[in-house]
């Protein structure tokens, strides 16, 4: 049974930084997308930023130039480094992996205060 756990959330004023983790436990292969989303009290979840096998990156407009997706393969582990952090940016963050079958993190919280 694969599990995703998700790690680094917490409380952060605006400016700062955070760097979430998602590591899966059990056997997994061939993750062709590692993937971070968001979702704000009352908004729908959204895409954050997605990193393909071969490394190529895709972020949402709102989170470009402040964070940065990264995996570790061999660890079947996803990063998101969290740079200028602002009061918009609160939301739960889920991490998700696409191999044949889809997996989802239970969600890390992320407060900003301005």
């Known amino acids: 049974q694969v599990q995703l756990v998700e790690s680094g959330g917490g409380l952060v004023q605006a400016g700062g930084s955070l760097r979430l983790s998602c590591a899966a436990s059990?056997?997994?292969?061939?993750?062709?997308?590692m993937g971070w989303y968001r979702q704000a009290p009352g908004k729908q979840r959204e895409l954050v930023a997605v990193?393909?096998?071969?490394?190529?990156?895709t972020y949402a407009d709102s989170v470009k130039g402040r964070f940065s997706i990264s995996r570790d393969n061999a660890k079947n582990t996803v990063f998101l480094q969290m740079n200028r952090l602002k009061p918009e940016d609160t939301a739960v963050y889920y991490c998700?992996?696409?191999?044949?079958?889809?997996?989802w993190g239970q969600g890390t919280q992320v407060t900003v205060s301005s």
């Open positions: 998700k992996f696409v191999t044949y079958v889809t997996y």
């Open positions: 059990g056997s997994i292969f061939s993750v062709n997308f």
């Open positions: 990193i393909a096998n071969g490394g190529g990156t």
